[in-house]
């Protein structure tokens, strides 16, 4: 105990390294010196006695603080590379399968090796972390948070060194843009015999793993996009997410397709580029059509599954579930243009569409919700005509096109931005409600 | 005469493998030459006992048949060294068959001109033996025969064992088998077909009797053993169904004298087609059996795709075309191909099956009321119809049919096919010269049939495919009509209840230059009603929608206008409906669920090829084109701009569009305002308009779409000498819809990573994990835990010191009294020491 807690700071004060200084090069300086040798066994006892006892033990608290002081130390671990793989494939470990914040802990060791030792290590630490989360967003069905917090802290690993990790990010889109070829090639042949290896692929596909892998990269993507240069990759993986969303039609498949929408929405607010969205989200709308069994099955959390159960797909809460997340989609989609000066034509086409559907349903909830949505559209269409027959410019003026707006923009108080700040707050009350049912 | 039968006999010559026929044969061969002295003997033994042996048995049991063969190919081969100038294998052709129960067999041709017939060349070999025959004393026959034997025998292993080195596995196999009775009896019956089957490839004119018996096999009981003997009748028939069409013999023909061959002759057609004819019904009644029904259908198909000029086709296309729209698929698409054969390679049949293939499949279609598979009508698209024949028939006699604009590509299609017949024609030639009169024949049947003939069932054909296509379109017309009242409330995923729309359209669009141009008129009223989707019926119902799918009724639009374009606008039919109905149609488009190549296709054919645009409806086009790409992926999107942008190159008035100056313009339409619900693409106003939509293109993730959409944009009405583009629409989509798989590959060379703006380096991380970095740990439970967890270690440690104490003891104790006892035998036994009771209960729990 004492001997964690003070092991560092005694040993700093031996070599006399300030207790801030955190750079290695200190530590390889202090290599020849006499002191170092002398002290020499004493650290490198210290530091495997604690590697071990992060092997032996399995209590959380004793793993984290354990871990803790390690991390304070270490610097002192590049004189040892060896005790720094194991290191490194214990804290891996940990970071993928602990909970709390032993497992934010060992990421934070897993962040420091990359960060402060050299570039290798940053490899390293890349294909680790990336291994663990593919294989652990395998079976992880219920721990949601968990994967997200994996994903969140591997992208910020990555922000580490945006060159190597966006390369590689881009090998890994490449594989997975394989994976959705493949898939696409058999149901184009259509044979029997392919008939089963269409099945697997679209097993592979169709697993969080995939789905994992994809959410992993947009948050990546759109992580990163402000400050540098990731159009090729943010392409790569619009087409993959849309080959994804075409894939597979049918109602069933009707969530992935929400999360489809949803990471192209992300990207799109992120970076800044139109990414349309519009045929998929209308899409969602012709499936509610159905007639309503009115049976009210178990709730339904359309973003925790891929694939919906037959039985739910008549149920009344999944096509609640569609229009409201399909409205909210829309609305974020055309919150994102509301200001752009061709937001009228943009809501032309979905406008007639939702007009169309809002004839056809009859379930009194849904047509208010629709009906709203259209009148905010149309009463933001209106806003922007009318400001739009004001300028003088044309549209091959980019410059002025750009700045069409933006003094409302910033302000952010017209009608339809505030329409959808409180559909994304209903939203969100609803998901709170429906997760505190689960 | 037992003895000789004895010598004869080959001993141990497994008869299994057809191969040992050539080894014996061979064998023989050597022998021969070597024992000079034995052979003139051997020979006329042979010759007389075999004689004797066939007329004898001629109708004996299976198993002596057998023998017989055996002793005939023996025989065969003996006269091959004899006449050794006279022989003549005439066929090389003969490529082994491999039947489906593994069997290969060699086609051994050993047909000569003389001696077909084995009972006149025995009796023209008498003479020779009796002269030989008296020479002979007993002893000296006896001693020869022993030596005969000894050789045969020798032979006989010889020949094992090559086939033992050739396959030890099928050997070892085989003997496995033999202990089953029952398997012994279905290994008998397969060798015996393979026998029969071999012995008819072999020497069909004088086996011909063989198919009966081969029919006969096929009724078994056994499962198997029918397939087996199916396939391998079908494999005989296919080599020996000859070139031309078999007339049987009229009464009158009976009973006038002909000479023997033509006896001959006519005993082996007849037999030939009676045993056809059963082999048929046997088909055809088992095609109706689940059990049977592939090979059954296999068995029809490819017969009717090998001989389809011999007797009793009609039969075979019978059933071809009944199992045309099966649900089993594999039957399925057996027939289609089978049938697509027949249109392909007219050649073969001059033309009749064809238009009995078209009639029966229209009649098909009839009788199920257009509820079949889709398959069983895209055969149709497969059929080729001859340009000239058509137009010859047209300066002859006004024919109905029209054709002022040929097809170049079809009719180049049509020489290319029948160069290739005359290639394999010419090959066949070369092969086998005997066939040389047939193929004469052959060919004249082909080609001979004069102009007229051939134009006549051309007709015909034409006739019958389009009463198919329009028995098709008027069906779906009356159930577009009575499904609104049928299902209410059209469910998410439609079944398709027209399946043969998509094909009928396709064909449509396909022959639309020979459509008659009286059923024109009605054609485009059809369409018409078709495009519309029935929404004209009243827009109260909201189903309508569903009753097409968005891309048959795109469909619809481009056959009405590839009908137009063929036939060069003689009709005065206005298709500004069909331009309204693309319109209102494209903003119904949804990417997965609609194929946008027929998308791509219209705006190709209806909107860059059309040449009298006016500009209030191209505006509108290129409006709604805009439109339509915001809302859709990237391929689609690309088609409709690229058809944009030739909108505009074409259109200079349109550029308008790109210019913002309200009012100013010299083209202010009639409406002043765009209305963008509007329906109807002149009234849109669309002039009034500007491409705003152009600049959110620009931004699009696509880096094509972005760069063109900027490039429209850039577009103005000052320079006219713009390049057209080439790419069509199509193009445009395929390439990009391509490119949704392919461009990973593509980029993965390149793309170096640039940075914009490099942040600072240290990216400090705002993340959940550092807000816990600081979080204080609880020290008083951490140390407690602590404690606990080195007081566990400790109490671990101290276990084990324990145990290795107690082990060491232990092991001492043990010791001392190995120690004892080895002391004991000067001494008394003394006492045992006992076990150490006392440290075991040191143990912990």
Redesign the interface.
Request: aromatic letters at 8%.
């Given at each position: 105990m004492f001997m964690l807690h003070e092991a560092d700071t005694t040993f700093r004060r031996l070599l006399g390294i300030s207790t801030s200084s955190s750079r290695k090069e200190s530590v390889l300086e202090l290599k020849n010196t006499t002191k170092w040798l002398s002290l020499r066994p004493l650290i490198k006892s210290y530091i495997r006695s604690t590697v071990f006892l992060l092997n032996q033990v399995t209590d959380c608290e004793i793993l984290a603080f354990s871990i803790c002081r390690l991390r304070a130390s270490i610097i002192f671990l590049s004189a040892f590379p060896s005790l720094l793989r194991n290191l490194l494939k214990i804290s891996v470990h940990l970071w993928a399968t602990g909970v709390g914040s032993l497992s934010s802990q060992a990421f934070l060791i897993i962040q420091d090796i990359a960060s402060v030792f050299s570039s290798n290590w940053f490899d390293v630490c890349f294909i680790k972390t990336y291994n663990a989360f593919i294989s652990h967003s395998q079976f992880v069905e219920r721990k949601f948070e968990h994967i997200h917090f994996l994903r969140n802290s591997f992208v910020e690993l990555c922000c580490l060194d945006m060159h190597k990790s966006s390369n590689r990010a881009r090998i890994c889109i490449m594989h997975l843009g394989k994976i959705l070829q493949k898939g696409w090639q058999t149901k184009k042949k259509r044979s029997i015999a392919e008939e089963n290896f269409l099945i697997e692929v679209v097993k592979t596909i169709c697993s969080w793993q995939y789905i994992n892998c994809i959410d992993l990269w947009v948050k990546f993507i759109s992580a990163n996009i402000d400050d540098f240069d990731l159009q090729p990759l943010l392409y790569m993986i619009v087409q993959i997410i849309n080959g994804v969303a075409l894939l597979f039609p049918g109602p069933r498949y009707l969530p992935l397709r929400l999360r489809c929408i949803q990471w192209l929405n992300h990207l799109s607010g992120s970076s800044g580029v139109f990414i349309p969205v519009t045929s998929l989200v209308l899409d969602v709308l012709e499936y509610k059509i159905t007639k309503d069994s009115g049976k009210h099955g178990k709730i339904v959390q359309p973003m925790s599954t891929i694939k919906l159960p037959k039985h739910w797909l008549k149920s009344r809460d999944f096509q609640e579930e569609c229009v409201s997340s399909a409205i909210e989609f829309l609305s974020e989609h055309f919150a994102q243009w509301s200001y752009h000066i061709s937001f009228p034509e943009l809501a032309t086409a979905p406008l007639i569409h939702l007009k169309k559907v809002f004839e056809r349903t009859s379930i009194e909830s849904f047509r208010r919700v629709i009906k709203r949505f259209i009148d905010q559209v149309e009463m933001n269409i209106d806003f922007v005509q009318k400001k739009r027959e004001e300028v003088p410019f044309s549209p091959k003026d980019q410059q002025s096109v750009e700045s069409f707006l933006q003094v409302e923009k910033r302000s952010g108080n017209t009608p339809f931005t505030q329409y959808y700040k409180s559909i994304m707050s209903k939203a969100a009350s609803r998901k709170l409600i429906s997760d505190r049912k689960v | 005469m037992g003895k000789k039968q004895k010598i004869v006999l080959p001993p141990d010559l497994p008869p299994e493998i057809p191969d040992d026929d050539i080894e014996v044969s061979d064998d023989d061969l050597q022998f021969v030459k070597e024992n000079r002295g034995y052979a003139s003997l051997l020979s006329t033994l042979d010759t007389q006992s075999i004689t004797k042996h066939v007329t004898r048995v001629a109708d004996a049991k299976d198993d002596a048949l057998e023998k017989i063969y055996e002793k005939r190919l023996q025989k065969n081969a003996l006269k091959k060294e004899k006449e050794e100038t006279g022989l003549q294998v005439d066929r090389v052709d003969a490529l082994p068959i491999k039947t489906l129960d593994g069997k290969v067999y060699y086609r051994t041709a050993t047909k000569t001109v003389t001696e077909n017939d084995p009972s006149e060349e025995g009796a023209g070999e008498d003479v020779d033996v009796d002269k030989g025959l008296v020479k002979l004393t007993k002893a000296e026959k006896r001693a020869k025969l022993k030596k005969m034997k000894k050789e045969a025998k020798k032979q006989g292993k010889e020949v094992a064992e090559a086939e033992v080195e050739e396959t030890p596995q099928a050997a070892v196999l085989a003997e496995v088998k033999e202990d089953l009775t029952a398997e012994e009896a279905f290994e008998s019956k397969k060798h015996k077909l393979a026998e029969l089957g071999n012995a008819l490839l072999t020497d069909p004119e004088s086996n011909i009797k063989f198919l009966k018996e081969m029919v006969q096999i096929s009724k078994d009981n056994d499962h198997t053993i029918v397939k087996l003997g199916l396939l391998s009748l079908l494999a005989v028939f296919k080599d020996i169904v000859p070139g031309y069409r078999i007339r049987l013999p009229t009464e009158k023909e009976l009973e006038m004298k002909v000479s023997k061959t033509v006896r001959k002759t006519r005993y082996y057609e007849s037999t030939l087609l009676s045993s056809y004819k059963a082999y048929l019904q046997r088909l055809v009644a088992l095609e109706k059996k689940p059990l049977f029904q592939l090979v059954a259908v296999r068995c029809i198909c490819s017969l009717l795709e090998a001989n389809p000029h011999f007797n009793f086709r009609e039969s075979l296309l019978d059933a071809t075309v009944r199992n045309i729209s099966s649900t089993n698929?594999a039957i399925r698409k057996l027939c289609c191909s089978t049938i697509k054969s027949l249109f392909t390679n007219e050649g073969k049949h001059g033309g009749e099956v064809t238009v009995d293939a078209v009639r029966l499949i229209a009649d098909h279609v009839k009788a199920h009321n257009c509820q079949m598979h889709p398959d069983s009508i895209d055969v149709f698209l497969s059929l080729s119809f001859d340009e000239d024949l058509v137009k010859s028939g047209n300066i002859e006699e006004d024919q109905k049919l029209k054709n002022k604009k040929s097809n170049k590509r079809k009719s180049s299609e049509a020489s290319d096919q029948s160069v290739e017949n005359d290639r394999k024609k010419s090959r066949k030639e070369l092969i086998s010269k005997t066939r040389e009169e047939v193929e004469a024949d052959y060919k004249a049947a082909s080609f001979a049939p004069d102009v007229m003939e051939r134009r006549q069932m051309q007709t015909e054909t034409l006739s019958a495919v389009f009463e198919t296509y329009f028995r098709i379109l008027k069906h779906t017309m009356q159930s577009i009509c009575a499904r609104p009242e049928a299902n209410i409330?059209a469910?998410?995923?439609p079944v398709e209840p027209l399946p043969l729309l998509d094909p009928c359209l396709k064909g449509l669009a396909k022959f639309s230059h020979l459509i008659d141009l009286d059923f024109m008129g009605d054609l485009m009223n059809h369409l018409k009603v078709l495009t519309s989707g029935s929404s004209n019926t009243g827009n109260t119902s909201?189903k309508s929608s569903k009753c097409l799918t968005v891309s048959e009724r795109l469909q619809c639009c481009l056959v009405a206008f590839k009908v137009m374009r063929n036939n060069l606008d003689a009709l005065n039919v206005d298709l500004q409906d069909f331009f309204l109905h693309l319109y209102n149609i494209v903003?119904?488009y949804?990417?997965?669920?609609d194929q946008g190549e027929l998308l791509a296709e219209a705006f190709k054919i209806m909107l860059c090829d059309d040449r009298q645009h006016d500009m209030q409806k191209t505006a509108a086009f290129v409006k709604r084109l805009?439109?339509?790409s915001?809302?859709?992926?990237?391929a689609d999107?690309m088609a409709a701009l690229v058809t944009v942008k030739h909108l505009l190159l074409k259109n200079v008035k349109c550029r308008n569009l790109?210019?913002?100056d309200?009012g100013g313009g010299s083209v202010s339409g009639t409406i002043p305002k765009y209305l963008?619900?509007s329906t109807d693409p002149n009234l849109s106003g669309a002039l009034a308009s500007?491409?705003?939509?152009?600049?959110?293109?620009?931004?699009?993730?696509?880096?094509a779409i972005s760069t063109l959409a900027?490039g429209i944009?850039?577009m103005?009405t000052a320079n006219n000498q713009l390049i057209l583009s080439k790419s069509s629409p199509q193009q445009a989509f395929k390439e990009m819809s391509l490119?949704?798989?392919?461009?990973?590959?593509q980029?993965?060379s390149i793309?170096v990573?640039?940075?914009?703006?490099?942040?600072n380096g240290?990216?400090t991380?705002p993340?959940?994990?550092?807000t816990?970095?600081i979080?204080s740990?609880?020290d008083d439970?951490?140390?407690s835990?602590?404690?606990s967890?080195?007081t566990i270690l400790q109490d671990i440690k101290e276990n084990e010191r324990l145990r290795r104490e107690l082990d060491r003891t232990a092991l001492s104790l043990q010791l001392y009294e190995q120690y004892k006892k080895q002391k004991k035998p000067s001494k008394r036994k003394s006492v045992l020491p006992r076990p150490p009771f006392k440290l075991r209960s040191v143990r912990p729990a």
């Open positions: - | 698929e409330g469910l998410s995923t909201d903003l119904e949804r990417p997965g669920r805009a439109t339509f915001l809302c859709v992926g990237s999107a790109l210019e913002n309200i963008p619900y500007v491409l705003w939509e152009l600049n959110l293109l620009s931004k699009h993730y696509h880096p900027s944009s850039s103005s490119d949704q798989e392919l461009c990973f590959t980029s993965s793309k990573n640039n940075k914009k703006r490099r942040k240290s990216a991380s993340s959940i994990g550092s816990k970095v979080s740990f609880d439970e951490l140390r835990k602590l404690n967890h080195f």
